[in-house]
């Protein structure tokens, strides 16, 4: 096959692909909401696992406590997008009045009443920008740590993250402990509403499901992310940052600041993580500690680490692979087992966990590179690489 | 005073499982340079083990005298942990000695999912009440309760420690351990098998976690698939802090662990002036950790382990 | 007129009970080769490694261009102006041979976070230099064809060439090759030593550890000797290579 042949046939590939993923709510819909569901929570597995990735992938810095950052994220929208805060300065009037009505007065009635509900346009930089600072506290104590205990560091940073998620609402009601925060609001882009009413967004004459009008924003927000990403890898920074993961001391003779360009890793990966909960937040409109456990980090290390570590197409390979099969399996398996068993004996959790198990034993065992790694370049010469 | 009396029995207790964990842990990176990440589970599949002899005792001889069945349970439960821990450096860390350092971390990470998992799959989802063979009537103890599973527990890990330490000092065995955790290229040259030393070191580190696993279950009344995560951070946070790579290290940075979190969780709710309460308790292990890491990462008796070019 | 570029006076370096560094001084001047011999364990690469900042001496002054230097951060090292080899090798593996050597462009190139995501202009120019340079780098020192290898496959005498011309980008005013010429046959020691040529003639000045005692006498301009730690000769490659106690290091005191 010649070579223009050759590449008109992956570009068609790539076209037939991308009309996919566009037409994606519609084909599922007959088969109902679900699906494209599962598809929404795999665009927000993308992007965190993209984040993850800056860190890991990138920075060569193995970081167990990610989750953390999706919390935070999550947690910010539940604050400033929902009834919470009133909740938080009545419980603060209860405790320190003093206080409590200092703060009543600085919010004013309004918020005192209702909570504070800010529009989704400020919630998403609030988050990049304060998950990013807390990345760049938590990574700051690991900066001299040699890779495991780096990783049993970050870990320990994020189960202290989910027991102050659990605990904080008493004495002071910040995040209403394991039950969570409730009626957070949905996206808002101008007049319109992402819940639409009984889930469905009307735009003028046309009306589509809520789950489809989250799915397109997500996407939209995937690509950002991976183009971020991918000017990342692509500059003088992401090549300091794979410099200090294939050689560290040579990077400090480079020139390179080691020390900063870590904790710009961990900000940079951590302010993904935090639009990805804010988004989180919004879409699912209820947010508690469960969902951000050490299980959590493990499944987008395992992304990671299964789709090819550093490199951008496969981590989101991994990521849609682990995110979407449990699900998918769940939804083919468990009747398959009734109706072989007449009952279950994998269910879905099981099966997911043996999933992300495998998935890191086998791929650390036979395939350390991933399952699609970055191209190695190493006997033919290649021509100028393009570049978006 | 009671309370701190009190408070001090509860850390020792709490502080002798960790210190028989953390021995594991502590041998493991001696010889392999490798924290060994699913350790934690071995101790968990060790006490749903017990627990499901215990079943079967309580079955069929329930009117044996509990410290027998207990005992009968341990026995049980020693050899599979032993077992699953071999598997374990066989399947996962054999293959990647010489894989950079991040490889047999996260193949662990995976073992220990598969592990929790199986155990998922074996014994449910739900935490499963341990049985209480012995008796349940506290023992007055230097002013303070104690029951008697508490003293068994410091019992046996007060005679695992003494017959750890007699093997690593007085035994070829124990040289051999030693040696390998000091140049194994060397030790190799010297007639000393490494791998098979390796597998030792394992099984001896799965034997302790068996007991602590057993007496654990035994102490809360409750066994379940995950109840080996929470346990094995902190027994890794006690060895580093006591100063990885010294056997010593791990049994006073158990001890002292155990002593801290009790008086922490005792005290806390004092010094903070009611802002932070006992539920907060898991944190202080993760604060040792990262204090002890950021300021003296060789613990209190060992070596370094801060990033070396 | 040559002055020191790199003046080192009394640096001292302790491992333990052995004392690496005794008391070394040495100067640098401005355009030369400047050679750094000695016999196994002599204390070389524990000299390189205490000017260019790996190693924290215990004591000793360092000034470089006139000004003093506390070499104790490789980084600020190489933004002073001094850009190192190492002996090992110690390349970027997985990056191709262009952007191990735009690596080292690093250290005088300035765009960050908004540079890479935005691509303004002034960013995209800075790459495109960036990317120039290094080009011109790696043709400098013989291997253009190699921009696009992976730096791992690599054969080692490419590898070598690759880190010195990283060492390059840098800018250096002082660039320190830690055993450049190891295990090179004749002919890649031949060409090495025109390369080394090429650069002092460039501008640059040079501080070479080599074992290979004729390349030395024949490349550098200024020899010191080190052995046990102290300095026991420093001067042209006539005057040391008849030091008597130069000869007694190597040889053995009876052959002096």
Same mark, same amino acid.
């Given at each position: ?120 346009? +400020?919630?998403?930089?609030?988050? &990049?920008?304060?998950? /990013?600072? $807390? =990345? #760049?506290?938590? !990574? @700051? ?122 904790? +710009?890793?961990?900000?940079?990966? &951590?302010?993904?993580? /935090?639009? $990805? =909960? #804010?988004?989180? !937040? @919004? ?106 | ?309 | ?256």
């Amino acid at each position: 096959m010649s070579a223009s042949n050759a590449r008109f046939s992956s570009r068609t590939q790539v076209a037939l692909l991308i009309i996919a993923i566009l037409v994606f709510p519609f084909v599922a819909a007959p088969f109902g909401n679900a699906w494209v569901r599962i598809a929404d929570v795999a665009l927000l597995y993308i992007m965190l696992a993209l984040g993850l990735n800056v860190v890991v992938g990138f920075a060569g810095l193995l970081d167990l406590g990610y989750v953390a950052f999706f919390a935070i994220g999550a947690y910010l929208a539940g604050l400033l997008a929902s009834p919470q805060l009133a909740a938080t300065i009545e419980s603060l009037q209860m405790d320190f009045p003093t206080a409590g009505i200092w703060v009543a007065e600085l919010f004013g009635p309004v918020i005192a009443a209702q909570g504070m509900h800010l529009s989704v346009w +400020l919630i998403v930089p609030l988050a &990049a920008l304060v998950a /990013g600072i $807390a =990345g #760049a506290l938590l !990574g @700051a104590p690991t900066l001299k740590l040699r890779g495991d205990y780096l990783a049993i560091v970050t870990l320990g940073f994020g189960e202290i993250i989910r027991i102050f998620m659990n605990n904080l609402n008493a004495p002071v009601n910040i995040t209403n402990g394991p039950q969570g925060i409730n009626l957070i609001d949905p996206i808002r882009i101008g007049p319109v509403s992402f819940a639409g009413e009984a889930g469905v967004v009307r735009l003028g004459e046309l009306a589509i499901p809520s789950v489809n009008a989250y799915y397109y924003l997500f996407l939209l927000l995937c690509v950002v992310t991976i183009i971020f990403s991918y000017r990342l890898q692509h500059s003088r920074l992401g090549r300091a940052w794979i410099a200090i993961r294939e050689d560290e001391v040579a990077a400090k003779a480079m020139g390179i600041h080691v020390r900063n360009m870590k904790l +710009l890793a961990f900000a940079m990966g &951590a302010s993904f993580g /935090g639009v $990805a =909960g #804010a988004m989180f !937040g @919004a879409f699912q409109g209820f947010i508690s500690p469960e969902s951000f456990t050490l299980t959590e980090s493990i499944a987008i290390l395992a992304m990671v680490v299964l789709g090819g570590i550093g490199h951008i197409p496969g981590v989101v390979l991994g990521a849609v692979l682990l995110a979407a099969l449990p699900e998918i399996l769940r939804h083919t398996v468990e009747p398959l087992q009734m109706t072989l068993f007449g009952q279950i004996w994998i269910d879905a959790e099981v099966l997911r966990q043996l999933l992300y198990g495998l998935a890191l034993v086998l791929i650390m065992l036979a395939r350390p590179a991933g399952l699609w790694p970055a191209p190695r370049k190493e006997q033919h010469l290649q021509t100028a690489e393009a570049a978006p | 005073m009671d309370l701190l009396v009190q408070q001090l029995i509860n850390g020792l207790v709490l502080g002798s499982m960790y210190a028989l964990v953390a021995l594991g842990y502590t041998m493991v990176y001696g010889v392999l340079n490798l924290i060994n990440f699913a350790h934690g589970d071995v101790l968990m599949i060790g006490a749903l083990t017990a627990w499901s002899i215990l079943q079967l005792l309580q079955h069929w001889v329930p009117d044996w005298p509990g410290l027998i069945k207990l005992t009968i349970a341990i026995v049980g439960a020693i050899p599979v942990c032993v077992i699953v821990s071999l598997l374990i450096e066989r399947i996962a860390y054999r293959r990647l000695r010489n894989a950079p350092r991040l490889a047999p971390l996260i193949t662990a990470i995976g073992v220990s999912i598969l592990l929790q998992t199986l155990a998922m799959m074996l014994w449910g989802r739900d935490p499963l009440p341990f049985p209480q063979v012995l008796p349940v009537e506290p023992l007055h103890v230097a002013g303070g309760l104690m029951t008697p599973t508490q003293l068994l527990l410091l019992l046996l890990a007060f005679a695992s420690m003494v017959i750890l330490t007699l093997v690593v000092e007085r035994t070829r065995i124990g040289r051999a351990m030693r040696a390998v955790a000091e140049n194994p290229r060397v030790a190799a040259l010297m007639g000393v098998d490494a791998n098979r030393v390796i597998m030792l070191t394992f099984a001896m580190g799965a034997t302790l976690a068996a007991v602590a696993g057993v007496m654990w279950a035994a102490n809360y009344a409750s066994a379940q698939f995950a109840m080996g995560f929470v346990p094995g951070l902190k027994a890794f946070s006690a060895a580093v802090l006591g100063g990885i790579g010294n056997i010593y290290g791990a049994m006073l940075g158990g001890i002292l662990l155990g002593l801290i979190e009790s008086l922490g969780a005792g005290y806390i709710g004092d010094l903070t002036a009611g802002v932070l309460g006992s539920h907060y308790q898991d944190i202080f292990a993760f604060i040792v950790l990262i204090l002890v890491l950021t300021l003296r990462p060789s613990g209190l008796m060992g070596e370094r382990v801060a990033d070396r070019s | 007129m040559t002055t020191a570029l790199l003046s080192v006076q009394g640096a001292s370096k302790r491992f333990g009970g052995l004392q690496a560094l005794a008391d070394v001084s040495l100067a640098v001047r401005r355009g030369q080769i400047h050679g750094l011999i000695g016999p196994n364990g002599a204390g070389k690469t524990t000299c390189f490694n205490v000017i260019t900042g790996l190693y924290q001496p215990d004591s000793g002054s360092f000034v470089l261009n006139g000004k003093p230097y506390s070499p104790s951060s490789p980084h600020r090292v190489a933004q002073a102006g001094i850009a190192r080899t190492f002996q090992n090798l110690r390349l970027f593996g997985e990056m191709t041979a262009l952007e191990n050597v735009m690596v080292g462009r690093h250290v005088r190139t300035r765009q960050g976070v908004f540079g890479a995501v935005l691509r303004h202009s002034a960013a995209r120019e800075e790459e495109r230099d960036i990317e120039q340079r290094a080009h011109e780098l790696l043709r400098l020192v013989g291997i253009a064809g190699l921009a696009q290898r992976t730096a791992r496959y690599l054969s080692y005498g490419d590898q070598r060439r690759v880190e010195i011309a990283r060492a390059l980008a840098t800018d250096p005013l002082l660039l320190a090759l830690d055993e450049p010429a190891a295990g090179m046959n004749a002919t890649e020691k031949s060409s090495l030593s025109d390369l080394l040529q090429q650069i002092r003639a460039m501008g640059t000045t040079i501080l070479l550890i080599e074992h290979d005692v004729k390349m030395v006498m024949s490349l550098c301009d200024q020899i010191t000797v080190l052995d046990y730690g102290r300095v026991i000769a420093d001067g042209t490659a006539d005057e040391v290579q008849r030091h008597p106690e130069v000869i007694a290091a190597y040889l053995g005191r009876d052959a002096a």
